[in-house]
């Protein structure tokens, strides 16, 4: 089992940016995946955007694609979500998670975070 901390959510003005950060309780074996999934109140649980943990293969839904961008800092051992241009409707919990499986379905994903509020005013 791997323990997530998500951190960066908090209010930002539409057009702005925020950057979320993911830290996991260990590094990740060589065949995981980290996602990132949001939630807005009343609405189900949407991916965001995937990486493999060894790097690469990014894939991101098209609401957000040109928008955000995922990433990882190996030395570290964090990873990223780079969130640009940011709309009304980006307003979430947004969620790190890591699995095993190269999937934008959230029931592939092992294990989650706590999560952390994005709210983006108009």
């Known amino acids: 089992q791997v323990e997530l901390v998500e951190s960066g959510g908090g209010s930002v003005q539409s057009g702005g940016s925020l950057r979320l950060s993911c830290a996991p309780s260990?590094?990740?074996?060589?065949?995981?995946?980290y996602g990132w999934f949001r939630q807005a109140p009343g609405k189900e649980r949407e991916f965001v955007a995937l990486?493999?943990?060894?790097?690469?293969?990014?894939f991101y839904a098209d609401s957000v694609k040109g928008r955000f961008t995922i990433s990882r800092d190996n030395p570290k051992n964090l990873v990223y979500l780079q969130m640009n241009a940011l709309k009304t409707e980006d307003t979430a919990v947004y969620y790190c998670?890591?699995?095993?499986?190269?999937?934008?379905?959230?029931?592939?994903?092992?294990?989650w975070g706590q999560g952390t509020q994005v709210t983006v005013a108009s």
């Open positions: 998670a890591v699995g095993s499986e190269y999937s934008n379905n959230p029931t592939a994903y092992d294990d």
């Open positions: 990486m493999r943990a060894r790097g690469g293969s990014e």
């Open positions: 260990r590094r990740p074996f060589s065949r995981s995946v």
